[in-house]
């Protein structure tokens, strides 16, 4: 088996970029889901209520955050400008982030629809993973997420309108080996890195939102059959328990099963 995507997501339910390349730590590939939209008090804003979300493409480095709207304005927000200390919800977490200015809030509300703030994680993240007790993003409770394109070819069977991997928002994709074998890896290697599966990865609504549209399927589709076929799980959650590098071609090695 072999590597065949890498995925960031810089703002959380906003559009990712391929990669290469990627560094791995703990806390999960470098510059994903650092940025987060909130309500006025701080609450998580995702696509699973505002699904145009993800027709917003995101950009990152070290020196900040550039968005582009689904009308094609854009804005660069500074990490030097995300310095005020507030805190931010993400399901049951509750932690401190950094928010921005009143005029890049101003700018990002007029163009969702809806009152919004932007926060920054940080150099380092308050929140930590459960289990490990390692710090995670704004990712909903995992550092990484692996999908296989085996088990998208057989989801596909079960569909009149097939549906492409980045509905699933993966880390990491795989290809090789049987559809949904995945599922019961215990640890994996990809090229110097071990990662071990900790949780499988229910769906939601979010998979139901055409990239291109931004439109929800009006029978719930892709979520509607994978809750029939396969009690709505899609790939799997890991952690990494090393450090490292990870390039494209990358053999995957599975070291153990469950």
Not at 42 to 59: C, D, F, S, V, Y
Not at 136 to 158: C, I, K, R
């Given at each position: 088996?072999?590597?065949?995507?890498?995925?960031?997501?810089?703002?959380?339910?906003?559009?990712?970029?391929?990669?290469?390349?990627?560094?791995?730590?703990?806390?999960?590939?470098?510059?994903?889901?650092?940025?987060?939209?909130?309500?006025?008090?701080?609450?998580?804003?995702?696509?699973?209520?505002?699904?145009?979300?993800?027709?917003?493409?995101?950009?990152?480095?070290?020196?900040?955050?550039?968005?582009?709207?689904?009308?094609?304005?854009?804005?660069?927000?500074?990490?030097?400008?995300?310095?005020?200390?507030?805190?931010?919800?993400?399901?049951?977490?509750?932690?401190?982030?950094?928010?921005?200015?009143?005029?890049?809030?101003?700018?990002?509300s007029g163009k969702i629809g809806?009152?919004?703030?932007?926060?920054?994680?940080?150099?380092?993240s308050r929140r930590l993973l459960?289990?490990?007790?390692?710090?995670?993003?704004?990712?909903?409770?995992?550092?990484?997420?692996?999908?296989?394109?085996?088990?998208?070819?057989?989801?596909?069977?079960?569909?009149?309108?097939?549906?492409?991997?980045?509905?699933?928002?993966?880390?990491?994709?795989?290809?090789?080996?049987?559809?949904?074998?995945?599922?019961?890896?215990?640890?994996?290697?990809?090229?110097?890195?071990?990662?071990?599966?900790?949780?499988?990865?229910?769906?939601?609504?979010?998979?139901?939102?055409?990239?291109?549209?931004?439109?929800?399927?009006?029978?719930?589709?892709?979520?509607?059959?994978?809750?029939?076929?396969?009690?709505?799980?899609?790939?799997?959650?890991?952690?990494?328990?090393?450090?490292g590098h990870i390039h494209l071609?990358?053999?995957?090695?599975?070291?153990?099963?469950?």
């Open positions: 088996m072999r590597l065949t995507g890498i995925r960031r997501y810089p703002v959380k339910s906003m559009g990712g970029n391929a990669l290469n390349e990627s560094g791995i730590t703990p806390q999960g590939l470098p510059l994903d889901r650092e940025w987060l939209i909130t309500t006025s008090d701080g609450i998580m804003l995702t696509a699973r209520k505002h699904p145009k979300m993800l027709l917003w493409q995101a950009e990152a480095d070290s020196n900040g955050l550039t968005l582009t709207a689904p009308d094609g304005s854009r804005r660069f927000i500074s990490v030097y400008d995300m310095n005020q200390a507030s805190e931010v919800t993400v399901w049951k977490d509750r932690f401190t982030a950094f928010g921005t200015t009143h005029a890049a809030n101003a700018w990002l809806t009152e919004a703030r932007l926060h920054w994680l940080g150099s380092d459960a289990h490990s007790q390692t710090p995670l993003s704004f990712a909903d409770g995992a550092p990484y997420l692996l999908t296989h394109t085996a088990s998208l070819v057989e989801l596909n069977t079960y569909l009149d309108e097939p549906v492409e991997m980045a509905r699933f928002r993966p880390n990491l994709t795989v290809a090789g080996g049987k559809a949904f074998e995945e599922e019961q890896w215990h640890r994996i290697r990809i090229g110097e890195v071990e990662f071990e599966h900790f949780k499988p990865c229910t769906r939601c609504v979010m998979t139901t939102v055409d990239l291109a549209t931004g439109r929800r399927h009006p029978q719930q589709e892709p979520l509607s059959t994978l809750a029939v076929a396969r009690h709505a799980v899609f790939g799997i959650n890991l952690s990494a328990l090393n450090t071609d990358d053999e995957v090695e599975i070291l153990s099963w469950l």
